[in-house]
């Protein structure tokens, strides 16, 4: 059974900084894309940056380009989420998800393509 676990998140002025976690179980990250997908109230669910299995291919929303970075400690199962620059905007449930995959390609930002999620973390920005 594949868990994804997400931590990290809270409250943040505007300008600063959070690293969320997603630490996985029953499922190998060195075959797996992982992305961060993220949902404020009222809104549907929208990609924010997704890694390929090879940690070379990583895929952003132009919102949260030169801002956030996306990475994976394969070794630790867990990918990351670096926030900096936070604005009120960025504030929603932040989700973890990934699919397995071993292709050469960029990783998908739909959220169809995604099997396996977490139960998501409250990121507050406030102004």
């Known amino acids: 059974q594949v868990q994804l676990v997400e931590s990290g998140g809270g409250l943040v002025q505007a300008g600063g900084s959070l690293r969320l976690s997603c630490a996985a179980s029953?499922?190998?990250?060195?075959?797996?894309?992982m992305g961060w997908f993220r949902q404020a109230p009222g809104k549907e669910r929208d990609f924010v940056a997704a890694?390929?299995?090879?940690?070379?291919?990583?895929r952003y929303a132009d919102s949260v380009k030169g801002r956030f970075t996306i990475s994976r400690d394969n070794n630790k199962n867990t990918a990351y989420l670096q926030m900096n620059s936070l604005k009120p905007e960025d504030s929603a449930v932040y989700y973890c998800?990934?699919?397995?995959?071993?292709?050469?390609?960029?990783?998908?930002?739909?959220?169809?393509?995604?099997?396996?999620w977490g139960q998501g973390t409250q990121v507050t920005v406030s102004s």
């Open positions: 998800a990934g699919y397995k995959a071993t292709g050469w390609g960029t990783p998908s930002q739909s959220t169809l393509s995604y099997d396996y």
């Open positions: 029953g499922l190998t990250l060195s075959n797996a894309a």
């Open positions: 890694v390929n299995w090879n940690i070379v291919n990583t």
